[in-house]
Structure formats: structure tokens, C-alpha cells
């Protein structure tokens, strides 16, 4: 079955804990990219990636790191987790020739973090 | 920032009856699509339209695109209880195809 997955689906840890969340996609898509959720702000994009090796930051990637060192995986990785991280967050991939690289994005089932 | 704006921010209506939600954004786009999310999961990709269509319709969905209001239009026919989901719009522009989402509309469909 084609899918986003991404692990865990919920977090709770502190301040300051180093924490990775994984996203994987089994479609062989190039464009991948993260995305958080907070209450009437929709949909922020963090981090993005046209193919391996290549990332890009997106609107708000303050305290958010990435690597995309395989086409399928594309973890985020929080260095030093502060509360104002508390969010749902979700993973994305898409068919990625230049031309048309966010045409459909297909979701994870998000990850809903905690950060004490 | 915010590219999409959308409008209503929350919309209840009986089963049967249209339900319309709009969006705005302030650049040039290539693409603006409108995804669906229910409660807490993941969004799901509903209908694209490119910056050169003026209409699209898929089964009871119907997307407009007025570029020169910079605003879109997602109409649902014939709603069912199963509609309720939050509706987002997300517009796509710029070289790197970035993807800027709305605010989101909350659909309620009574039964």
C-alpha cells in the first residue's frame, strides 16, 4: 500500500531532550517535506526536500533540523526541544520533476508532540 | 506568513444542502490545490486547478480560480454527514513549488 508513515505518532518528553521524528515513504516520490499544526494557524511548512541530499528551509525552520541522506526517509530532528514546539506535526511527499514537484502531497497520519 | 486566507472559518449545514468556502492568497501562483482533514489526521488531497483554468469539477466537488481576484472557491454538492472535516486551501508558487497553506474552513454537515 502507498503511504506516509511516521514514528512516533504521539511524544511527550522536556525541555532540552534531543528528539527525532521519522517519515518514510514507500512511492520512490522526490519531494518531501514537514509541516506543523497549531490551532488557526493552518499548516506551516518547516523543512523541505526536492531530492536527496537537497533540503530547504521553509517558513518557520528556527529549532528544526533535516537530512535527506535516501529517498525515502526524511527525518526532523529537534536539537534542543522548547514547549513553543508543542505541535501536530506532519510529514509529506510528492512526484518531484522540477516542473510540477508539489502537484499532489501525500500525508502522514501526523505526530502530536508534546514538549513539558 | 499566511499565503491563504479562508473563508468561513467554521460553516454548519443540514445534509443535502451546498456548502461553499472561499480563499485568498496575494501572489502569483501555479497551482492552487484543496485538501480535506478529519479530526487530528492527516490531510487528503481532494482537486487541483492550475493557474491557467478558470473551473474544475470532480464527482460532487467544484473548484473555481479567479486570478485576477486572487481567490478560489471550493463547492461541495449534495453534502452527507461524512463531509465534516476541515477544508484547507493551499496555494503553489515560486521556482522551489513551495506549498502555503490556509487557515482552514470547519465543515459540519448535520444529519
Known amino acids: 500500500e502507498a503511504q506516509v508513515t511516521q514514528n512516533p505518532r504521539y511524544l511527550i518528553t522536556v525541555t532540552g531532550k534531543k528528539l527525532t521524528v521519522t517519515c518514510s515513504q514507500n512511492?520512490?516520490?522526490?519531494?518531501m517535506s514537514w509541516y506543523r499544526q497549531d490551532p488557526g494557524l493552518g499548516l506551516r511548512q518547516i523543512y523541505y526536500?526536492?531530492?536527496?541530499?537537497?533540503?530547504d528551509k521553509g517558513d518557520v525552520p528556527e529549532g528544526y533540523k533535516v537530512s535527506r541522506k535516501e529517498k525515502r526517509n526524511f527525518p526532523l530532528i529537534l536539537e534542543s526541544p522548547s514547549p513553543n514546539q508543542t505541535s501536530l506535526y506532519f510529514c509529506?511527499?510528492?512526484?518531484?520533476?522540477?516542473?510540477?514537484?508539489?502537484?499532489?502531497?501525500?500525508f502522514g497520519p501526523g505526530t502530536r508532540l508534546t514538549v513539558l | 506568513s499566511q499565503q491563504g486566507e479562508e473563508d468561513p472559518q467554521a460553516l454548519s449545514i443540514q445534509e443535502g444542502e451546498n456548502a461553499t468556502m472561499n480563499c485568498s492568497y496575494k501572489t502569483s501562483i501555479n497551482n492552487l490545490q484543496w485538501y480535506r482533514q478529519n479530526s487530528g489526521r492527516g490531510l487528503v488531497h481532494l482537486i487541483l486547478?492550475?493557474?491557467?483554468?478558470r473551473e474544475k469539477h470532480s464527482g460532487r466537488l467544484r473548484v473555481t480560480l479567479d486570478t485576477s481576484k486572487k481567490s478560489s472557491s471550493l463547492l461541495i454538492t449534495a453534502s452527507r454527514a461524512a463531509d465534516t472535516a476541515s477544508y484547507f486551501c493551499a496555494s503553489v508558487s515560486g521556482s522551489a513549488r513551495q506549498l502555503t497553506f490556509g487557515s482552514g474552513t470547519q465543515l459540519t454537515v448535520l444529519p
Open positions: 509529506a511527499s510528492s512526484w518531484g520533476s522540477r516542473a510540477h514537484s508539489t502537484d499532489t502531497q501525500y
Open positions: 526536500s526536492m531530492n536527496v541530499e537537497v533540503t
Open positions: 512511492m520512490n516520490h522526490e519531494y
Open positions: 486547478i492550475r493557474s491557467n483554468e
